[in-house]
C-alpha cells in the first residue's frame, strides 16, 4: 500500500479494535485522491478568500449552485448550512409545520426524521421493503392523511418516484426528496432530486460529494421555493433589514463552494467507479448467505454505502475489522428506536423490517479510488469468514 493515506491510518483503532494485524488496510475514506490535480488551484482559490473577507455567499457560492442546479437538472439550487438544514428549510418553505402529517421511511439516518420533529410536524413511519431497504410503498400507499411524503434514497438507491407520486397526487400531498445519500443518483430515465418540490442535500466529508466541513443545498424547479429558501438561510430577509418571515442562519460558506465546485465534475466518474465495485462484490458475494439491495434498473444506484445484509453480521464486522477492512455499521439503532425520540408511540417492533436491517446491515469499504488489491483483500477476507 503506497498512498500517505493508508499509512495515516495503520495502527489506528476505530471502535477499539486494533487494525492491520496483517498489515493491509482497507479505509473508507481518502481525501488525497479527492483532489489529487486540483490541489493547487483549489488552495490558491481559498487563499484569495482568506485574505478578500468574502467568508459568506458570494460569488463562489452563486457559481456552485449554478453548476450543481446544472447538474441536478434543476432550475434552482440554494446552498444552505448541512443536510439537516436543508431539509427543515424545504419543509419550512413548503409551509409544513404545526400538526402536519409526514410520511417517512422508518429506516433512514436520524437527520430526516429529527427535520419533521424540529418544525413541529408528525412524522408518520412507513417500514422498510426488504427487497430495497427502502420505505416500503405499499404500506405508504394504505396511509389516506398526509401533507407530505419524505422519501430517502437511501444509501445511494432511488426510490420508486413516479409511484411515490401518484400517492402523493391522490392525497394533494407534497413530495421532498432526501438526496443526501444520492447525489447523482437516476430514477429510471431523470435524474433524482428535481422530482419533488424541493431535492435535499447534504455535502458532509462522508458523502459522494464532500465538503471540507459542513455544507448542503436544496434544489427546486419552483421559483416560488427558492425565493423563501434564500429568505429562510438568511434570517428571513428578503433584503438586508427586511425580515419578511421567521428564518435561520443557516448559509453555504465560500471556502465550502470553492472545493464543491473543484470535486463536482469528478461526481458522475466517481458514482460509476462506486457502481463498478458494487457490481464485484455482488457478483463474487452473492454465493454467501447475504443479501443486497434490489436496484430496479442501471444507474439508479449510487453506492454511497455498500450495503450487505447477514446474519453474522457482529462476527463479521469483527473478522473484517482485525482483517484491516475498514468495514462499519449504518445504522446500529433504528432510528425510531433512538432515546431522542423515546416520547413518540412508536413501539417496540412496529418496524420488524427497519429494525432487522439495523441488527444485519454491514457496509463494505466503496471509496471510487479503491485499488484492485484493495478490493480482492475485502473479497477474500469476506469468503475467509464464509
Ligand atoms: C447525512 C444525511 C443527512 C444530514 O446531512 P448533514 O449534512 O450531516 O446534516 C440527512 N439525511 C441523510 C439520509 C443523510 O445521510
Known amino acids: 500500500m503506497a498512498s500517505n493515506h493508508v499509512r495515516f491510518r495503520q495502527g489506528g483503532r476505530i471502535s477499539n479494535i486494533q487494525f492491520g494485524e496483517y498489515g493491509m488496510i482497507v479505509s473508507r475514506y481518502n481525501y488525497t485522491s479527492q483532489f489529487s490535480d486540483r490541489l493547487p488551484a483549489t488552495v490558491a482559490a481559498i487563499q484569495e478568500v482568506l485574505l478578500n473577507g468574502d467568508y459568506i455567499l458570494g ?11 446544472a447538474f441536478v437538472g434543476a432550475n434552482y439550487c440554494v446552498g444552505v448550512n448541512s443536510g439537516t438544514d436543508a431539509l427543515i428549510l424545504a419543509l419550512s418553505a413548503c409551509e409544513l409545520g404545526h400538526g402536519s402529517r409526514i410520511a ?52 445511494g438507491l432511488a426510490a420508486d418516484m413516479e409511484r411515490i407520486r401518484l400517492h402523493a397526487n391522490r392525497l394533494g400531498a407534497i413530495v421532498i426528496e432526501d438526496c443526501a445519500q444520492a447525489h447523482g443518483a437516476m430514477d429510471g430515465s431523470r ?20 465538503a471540507a466541513g459542513d455544507a448542503g443545498a436544496c434544489v427546486t424547479n419552483d421559483a416560488d421555493i427558492a425565493e423563501r429558501l434564500r429568505w429562510l438561510r438568511q434570517l428571513g430577509q428578503k433584503a438586508q433589514n427586511d425580515h419578511v ?57 449510487v453506492y454511497h454505502l455498500f450495503q450487505m445484509r447477514t446474519r453474522d453480521r457482529d462476527d463479521l464486522l469483527r473478522h473484517l475489522r482485525t ?13 425510531h428506536q433512538q432515546p431522542a425520540f423515546r416520547q413518540a408511540t412508536w413501539a417496540q417492533g412496529r418496524f420488524p423490517v427497519a429494525e432487522a436491517l439495523a441488527k444485519e446491515l454491514l457496509c463494505l469499504p466503496i471509496r471510487p479510488d479503491l485499488s484492485e488489491e484493495e478490493i480482492t483483500h475485502v473479497l477474500r477476507s469476506v469468503g475467509e469468514f464464509f
Not at 59 to 69: I, L, P, Q, R, T
Not at 117 to 141: H, N, Q, Y
Not at 191 to 210: D, E, I, M, Q, W
Not at 323 to 335: K, M, N
Open 59 to 69: 460569488n463562489h457560492v452563486e457559481s456552485f449552485e449554478a453548476s450543481f442546479a
Open 104 to 155: 417517512v421511511p422508518a429506516n433512514t439516518f436520524h437527520a430526516t426524521i429529527l427535520a419533521i420533529v424540529r418544525i413541529g410536524a408528525v412524522p408518520i413511519l412507513i417500514d422498510a421493503d426488504p427487497r430495497t431497504f427502502l420505505m416500503d410503498l405499499d404500506s405508504l400507499e394504505a396511509e389516506r392523511h398526509l401533507d407530505a411524503i419524505l422519501p430517502v434514497h437511501l444509501f
Open 191 to 210: 435524474r433524482t432530486g428535481a422530482l419533488g418540490a424541493v431535492g435535499c442535500y447534504s455535502f458532509h466529508p462522508s458523502k459522494n460529494l464532500a
Open 245 to 301: 418571515v421567521a428564518g435561520f442562519n443557516s448559509r453555504l460558506d465560500a471556502i465550502q463552494a470553492i472545493v464543491l465546485s473543484a470535486k463536482l465534475p469528478k461526481l458522475e466518474p466517481w458514482n460509476q467507479a462506486r457502481a463498478a465495485i458494487a457490481a464485484r462484490y455482488r457478483s463474487e458475494l452473492g454465493t454467501y448467505p447475504v443479501s443486497f439491495q434490489e436496484p430496479r434498473g442501471p444507474r439508479e444506484h
Open 323 to 335: 482483517s484491516g477492512v475498514d468495514a462499519t455499521i449504518r445504522y446500529p439503532v433504528a432510528a
